[in-house]
């Protein structure tokens, strides 16, 4: 009966995502009915609202699914790898990384587009990870407090680098400052092509490791008993964090209380069980990011507010709220 109730949720998680995934469509500054949402996408006719509608807002909106989707899950096997409720992606160093190689490209090299430093993101995001891995792990296997320990170490160093950067170049400053509130707008099918294949393995490895880091969660000794390779589940869970937030940094920007407050929420609806927390978290965080997408076009017209303060504005009450009304479930 439980195992009923938690596939009824996941089934309306997936009938509300795709409802914001049509408003996300549809609500802009050039308003299209669903309707003629519906007609082109099936029949593109050339008309202004299939360009739009086909050309702009399908692709951010498809971007905001993943993205959404990647931090989500990344979210979620970050807290249950540190044993963590506090933890979030940024844990391992990825989005300090990738801000330092974003800032890097900006300031010495005078990149100038998201399209244009996107790898620079995304390799900054993965030499970040593996160095806070390498640290953790240096002389015995890598433990949660060893990995936060030096996560929070990496990520200092890395956003002090970051600021002597901006601080020394006015135009880097001008420019990171766009990056780094996190937002949707202004990316197209190009950078969708380049960290979609990232995304997709990420998820898929992300949601494999379900019944693995059930074991883990059982203890070391217990799951060591129970047969598991409690240094392969790490590194492997490291690796698909890596993948989901480092791509969808570079796509997108840092985006900051998605990954920390989604699977707080889909915790709160299934329990610890990560067979059913990873793919809840999955489909929840997508609903939050094109949630604040759609509702930050629409609140200072005719200008757009980027997804990412809006993430944080909502992100914060509703994680207060879920701290003061509920009881935390355990890890």
């Known amino acids: 009966m439980l195992t009923g109730l938690r596939v009824t949720g996941l089934v309306l998680c997936t009938g ?3 409802l914001f995934a049509l408003l996300s469509i549809a609500v802009g500054a050039r308003s299209v009915p669903l309707s003629t949402v519906v007609d082109v996408l099936f ?20 971007l905001g699914i993943l993205v959404g989707a990647a931090l989500g899950l990344a979210g979620a096997l970050m807290q249950s790898l540190t044993r963590n409720p506090l933890a979030d992606p940024g844990l391992l160093g990825v989005n300090s990384g990738a801000a330092a190689a974003v800032v890097s490209a900006i300031s010495f090299l005078g990149l100038t587009s998201p399209l244009e430093y996107v790898w620079f993101a995304f390799v900054g995001a993965a030499v970040a990870a593996v160095v806070v891995y390498l640290l953790g792990s240096s002389g015995r296997a890598a433990g949660p407090v060893r990995l936060a320990l030096a996560g929070t170490a990496i990520s200092a160093v890395l956003v002090a680098y970051t600021y002597a950067v901006q601080l020394a170049d006015d135009k880097a400053l001008d420019q990171f400052r ?5 937002g949707l707008a202004g990316r197209d ?9 990232f995304l997709a393995v990420g998820l898929v490895v992300g949601l494999l490791l379900a019944r693995p880091l059930n074991v883990v969660a059982l203890g070391d000794e217990t799951g060591r008993a129970l047969g598991a390779n409690l240094g392969r589940v790490r590194l492997t869970a490291a690796a698909s964090i890596t993948l989901l937030c480092g791509a969808a940094t570079a796509a997108a920007g840092p985006f900051s209380f998605i990954g920390l407050t989604v699977p707080h929420i889909a915790r709160s609806l299934v329990g610890a069980d990560q067979r059913w927390v990873l793919p809840y978290s999955a489909l929840l965080a997508p609903c939050l990011l094109l949630g604040a997408d759609v509702l930050g076009r629409v609140v200072v017209p005719p200008s757009e507010l980027e997804a990412g303060l809006v993430t944080a504005f909502l992100g914060a009450p509703v994680f207060i709220m879920l701290v003061r009304r509920r009881r935390v479930v355990q890890l």
């Not at 593109?44 to 399908?58: E, H, I, K, N, T």
């Not at 099918?189 to 294949?197: E, K, M």
């Open 178 to 182: 766009f990056w780094i509130v996190g």
């Open 16 to 18: 509300v995502l795709v």
């Open 189 to 197: 099918l190009d950078i969708l092509t380049r960290v979609g294949p």
């Open 43 to 62: 029949d593109p006719d050339g008309s202004y609202d299939a360009l739009v509608v086909v050309g702009q807002r399908v692709p951010r909106t498809i």
